[in-house]
């Protein structure tokens, strides 16, 4: 039976997404749009990942197995935390560093069936604070009450 909290989810236009790492070894579910708003980032870390990702409120997102499984990995400002799976290795959902009250969900991780589509907006990381400045929307998108969750 949903919760009051999920329905209003559902009124506000959300899909339950769930998803995980290769393994299986760490599972979560994610409250957003079925239409994903994601970023391709040239910062150093997400070339070298392709971490694709969209970015939802904390409150979105829930762990739901795997916590012991995952490691994080931080640099330079450590405000981003990069988790991923101590088994397969793989980040299926991290803390970004424009949004650490945040996470943010790499699609590709999700079970299917959610999605319905995916607009992908490039993102220059190599020039994180200018990018950042002239980005309007970006911080509001770990907001719970933003337009965009």
Request: aromatic fraction near 8%; proline fraction near 5%.
């Amino acid at each position: 039976m949903a919760g009051a909290g999920e329905e209003l989810r559902k009124q506000e236009g959300l899909v339950k997404h769930t998803g995980g790492c290769h393994c299986g070894a760490v599972r979560f579910e994610v409250w957003s749009a079925p239409d994903l708003h994601v970023f391709n980032c040239n910062c150093s870390i997400c070339v070298k990942k392709q971490n694709h990702h969209f970015i939802v409120p904390k409150s979105h997102f829930t762990l739901l197995q795997g916590s012991e499984n995952i490691t994080t990995y931080t640099f330079n400002t450590k405000t981003a935390k990069h988790m991923f799976c101590k088994t397969c290795g793989v980040q299926s959902f991290y803390t970004p560093r424009s949004n650490p009250d945040g996470f943010g969900v790499a699609p590709h991780c999700l079970d299917p069936g959610t999605i319905k589509s995916v607009t992908v907006e490039d993102f220059c990381g190599v020039n994180w604070e200018e990018s950042m400045q002239k980005h309007k929307a970006i911080r509001s998108m770990s907001n719970p009450t933003s337009e965009n969750t």
